[in-house]
């Protein structure tokens, strides 16, 4: 209640500053350079495929993609000489294959190493923090540094963009380049970064930002998803420049009050909600999830449940690792075209995996209509410190507490899933993974 | 792509500003020289920490691998055109 309260505010704030002024857009954007400190976005170019490159000399040069499991048809990654053809994130390994035969290249496919990224990510946020404590690792590969924080030891940034791109190339390896932007605040540092040559150091302040921003597409402009890009798109609307031309009420009438309030800052350059809100540090996390998505349909419900359990049981490992609980189970379903989800709200904060795998079954009997399953997903939300919660009096709770509490130490000594429920006897296990997002970024450092 | 190969080996090398460089290793009673140490990563296996190198060596990459908890070394992958 009092996020949202504090939500409005800053909404109402914001908004009291553009409109009752009745400020012209370039007095905006003249007005914004005022008040803001320089902030500069670091981003390793293609992080996945070029920390591979770095690793095997034979891939340096070629196209490359990066899968995320041998025989998986998903290009999570992509080199910067696959980019060069038409290759992304998304991609399939079939069109990718097509697409390097007809430039007469051939591609290589490369099953990602989770552990060495994550591993490679905290020596670049070591290396970063060593500039400044400040620091704001944003994800797996991107981080926000304020440059008032050494601005007396680098008066300029790009000098010190440069030496952060030389320190990286050191730390990480001479094939690894980033680009880094400058600018008055995240979203524009990060706009110029992502708009910029691979391996620049690049600068945009409020008299370029209005040229920035009517010349970059959504799909580069943090904060924008697919669907709300779509939805502009239909308005004609392809870069948040454009933005301007609309009156504030109609924004609101198609976009509702707070999507109306963040594309008006974007549009103007300024900070979205997103931005701002990623660079303060939560208290703990709001929820914990996982999903997977399968290689091929599946139709056993065995296999189903089999594999729910797997997700649950690794939600529930970080759960307790946090010392937090939570009361919102979740469970979602994708293939064959359908998709089905629900959700249940529970009186009291859960923290064993049988306690939640029992709530997600009987979510599951709900489904109506079975269906062939490619893509699971289950999360725990509502999430409070444990120690905050009602503590629970029945001896069976405390039975289970005693056995999460020695599978958890076995996991801590000899590895996740060292010991598990009989559910998973002969099933492959899905091992914990990190995301490009780095969503789970408060359990990996803090845990 | 990499091919498991998952067998014990013996390395040599040298410690340089208080870091181990490897300089060699011993595979199936044949020496490699390693020409190039590409990429280091820690990662964590319970409670052991692992440490890979990635080394090149007669033009081919290889993992490396150095349990630092048991102090053993194996050579757990080999590049494959």
């Known amino acids: 209640m009092s996020e949202r309260c504090s939500q409005n505010e800053q909404l109402s704030q914001s908004r009291q500053s553009i409109q009752d002024g009745h400020l012209s857009q370039s007095e905006q954007f003249s007005q914004e350079s005022a008040d803001t400190g320089k902030m500069l976005h670091v981003d390793i170019n293609s992080y996945f495929a070029t920390l591979l490159q770095q690793e095997t000399p034979a891939l340096r040069g070629k196209p490359m993609v990066v899968v995320k499991d041998v025989g998986r048809s998903c290009v999570i990654a992509a080199s910067k000489e696959a980019k060069k053809l038409g290759i992304q994130t998304g991609s399939l390994v079939g069109d990718a294959k097509l697409r390097c035969l007809q430039a007469g290249k051939q591609l290589q496919i490369a099953p990602a190493q989770f552990d060495v990224y994550w591993s490679a990510t905290r020596d670049l946020y070591a290396l970063l923090r060593s500039f400044s404590p400040d620091t704001e690792l944003f994800s797996l590969d991107e981080a926000f540094i304020p440059h008032a924080s050494i601005q007396r030891l680098y008066p300029d940034p790009e000098v010190l963009g440069r030496e952060l791109q030389v320190r990286i190339k050191q730390t990480l390896g001479e094939w690894v380049t980033c680009n880094v932007g400058i600018g008055p605040n995240r979203f524009l540092a990060k706009m110029q970064s992502e708009t910029a040559p691979k391996g620049s150091v690049t600068r945009v302040n409020w008299q370029t930002a209005p040229a920035l921003l009517a010349q970059t597409p959504f799909d580069s402009v943090c904060g924008i998803g697919h669907r709300l890009e779509k939805r502009l798109a239909r308005l004609g609307v392809r870069v948040p420049y454009q933005i301007n031309f609309f009156e504030p009420e109609l924004l609101e009438s198609m976009f509702g009050p707070f999507w109306s309030r963040e594309l008006q800052k974007m549009a103007v350059g300024q900070e979205p909600h997103f931005l701002t809100r990623s660079a303060t540090p939560l208290p703990h996390m709001k929820s914990v999830g996982r999903s997977i998505t399968g290689y091929e349909l599946c139709w056993s419900a065995e296999l189903v449940r089999a594999t729910l359990y797997n997700l649950v049981s690794e939600v529930m490992y970080k759960v307790r690792r946090m010392q937090l609980g939570g009361r919102r189970v979740a469970v979602s379903l994708r293939g064959d075209g359908q998709r089905w989800g629900a959700h249940r709200t529970l009186q009291t904060e859960i923290r064993h995996t049988a306690a939640m795998f029992s709530v997600v079954q009987s979510l599951l009997e709900q489904r109506q209509q079975p269906f062939p399953v490619i893509k699971i997903a289950v999360s725990l939300s509502l999430l409070k410190p444990w120690q905050a919660t009602q503590q629970p009096l029945l001896p069976q709770w405390h039975r289970q507490e005693r056995i999460a509490q020695a599978i958890d130490s076995m996991a801590d000594k000899h590895g996740l899933f060292t010991i598990t429920s009989g559910r998973l006897l002969r099933k492959k296990i899905i091992m914990p993974e990190v995301t490009g997002f780095l969503g789970d970024k408060t359990f990996q450092f803090g845990a | ?81």
């Open chain 2, 1 to 81: 792509m990499y091919e498991t190969i998952d067998e014990s080996i013996s390395v040599a090398g040298v410690y340089r500003q208080g870091k181990f460089i490897p300089k060699k290793f011993l595979w199936q009673q044949r020496a490699f020289v390693i020409t190039q140490v590409t990429f280091v990563a820690d990662i964590r296996d319970g409670s052991d920490t692992v440490r890979q190198y990635t080394v090149v060596a007669s033009e081919a990459s290889y993992r490396l691998l150095f349990n630092r908890t048991h102090e053993t070394w194996r050579l757990k992958e080999v590049w494959c055109e």
